[in-house]
């Protein structure tokens, strides 16, 4: 049966933090996150999260721009088929977003409502979403996120107790730091420990190679955006050729023609969007297909809160191959939307009907931002 779209609405929530989350790429001095609902006519709902981190008053924009556009062109569209709303948003906005130059905020908006239709068609369906979406268990390997540039050993010594078994390293600071956290890491964790790294697109082609070669001797996973994302492709190969360290990135592409180009370049091993970024749960579900068909591993990018978190997990189980990010950092809009607690290395999805997530925005109300 048809879920008519009856409304869209959402919530802009902004948490404190006694420390900065540092990384290449800039600092935020708090934790946003957009959360949206969408409401069918039969009563039915979903929720979904925009990715906000960046500038500091994006959130903001993302909330007006879903308010005042994306919210009343999704009203009267069948949310039963996630795919059909995304394309229908994405075409009735695609020259406005040009216009405007603003393609990446219109595609987190989209992203966003998208993962709140998936969310409604299992609900209405009675099944969790990474079974409404195929998969056939609710279990996804997982990873510490964010640790550094500061206590660097303490914080991943703590999420090890909390059973997580591989970690995620900010470098792309300097050097002599960068190569100082990884020593620090790997002999804290022991040879076998499973540890990444990640740039946010901090080195220029020929300095990632000079610094990869400084972190290879103690066995990155992986190098994350060594460079910048829209570097040509044959910059990317080069690394790839002579780096030593397999390449992961993804998370800053946008467009299926983009993700085609990257899996097909042959560069990356580990593919890794972002459902609050571009595509919602419908994009990234092709693009993790198209992925695993080439011998990648699918690493969904997330950083932010509970709800989209939740999401990228659920995509993860349907596709069955691959990492799930977690933030290190505390953050109440994760910790408090969506807990679980990871054993060895696994985290466990809920069985209740979509993504096992409903936000308490009364228990929530001291984080809420009025726009």
Not at 328 to 339: A, C, D, G, I, K
Request: hydrophobic share 45%; proline share 7%.
């Amino acid at each position: 049966m048809p879920a008519t779209i009856d409304r869209v609405d959402c919530w802009l929530l902004r948490a404190p933090l006694a420390q900065p989350v540092r990384a290449a790429i800039g600092s935020m001095s708090t934790r946003p996150s957009l959360f949206v609902r969408v409401t069918a006519a039969d009563g039915a709902h979903g929720w979904g999260e925009v990715w906000c981190n960046f500038p500091p008053l994006g959130a903001e924009h993302r909330t007006r721009l879903l308010r005042a556009v994306l919210a009343p062109l999704a009203a009267g569209l069948d949310a039963s088929v996630p795919e059909r709303v995304h394309a229908a948003l994405e075409a009735k906005t695609r020259t406005l977003a040009i216009q405007c130059g603003e393609p990446g905020p219109f595609a987190q908006v989209l992203a966003g409502i998208d993962q709140a239709c998936w969310d409604l068609a299992a609900r209405r369906a009675g099944v969790p979403l990474w079974q409404h979406l195929g998969g056939t268990s609710n279990r996804v390997r997982v990873y510490a996120s964010g640790l550094g540039p500061d206590a660097v050993v303490e914080t991943a010594l703590a999420r090890r107790a909390e059973g997580y078994r591989a970690f995620k390293l900010k470098v792309g600071m300097d050097a002599v730091s960068d190569r100082a956290n990884l020593e620090r890491l790997r002999d804290a964790l022991g040879a076998d420990a499973t540890i990444m790294t990640d740039a946010n697109q901090a080195w220029s082609p020929a300095e990632a190679l000079e610094r990869i070669a400084e972190l290879a001797p103690f066995r990155p996973h992986w190098i994350e955006e060594p460079i910048a994302a829209d570097e040509p492709a044959d910059a990317w190969s080069l690394l790839a050729e002579r780096a030593g360290v397999p390449l992961a990135a993804g998370e800053n592409l946008r467009g299926e023609a983009a993700f085609d180009a990257a899996i097909a370049g042959g560069a990356l091993r580990f593919l890794q969007p972002d459902v609050g970024k571009w595509g919602g749960i419908s994009g990234c579900r092709a693009v993790a297909a198209r992925a695993i068909e080439r011998g990648l591993d699918f690493c969904p990018h997330w950083l932010a809160g509970g709800v989209g978190l939740a999401a990228s997990m659920h995509l993860l189980a349907a596709a069955g191959r691959g990492y799930a990010e977690v933030d290190s950092n505390p953050n109440p809009l994760r910790q408090e939307v969506f807990p679980f607690a990871p054993a060895d290395g696994w985290a466990s999805l809920p069985d209740s009907p979509g993504l096992g997530v409903e936000p308490d925005l009364e228990r929530l109300g001291r984080y809420l931002v009025e726009t």
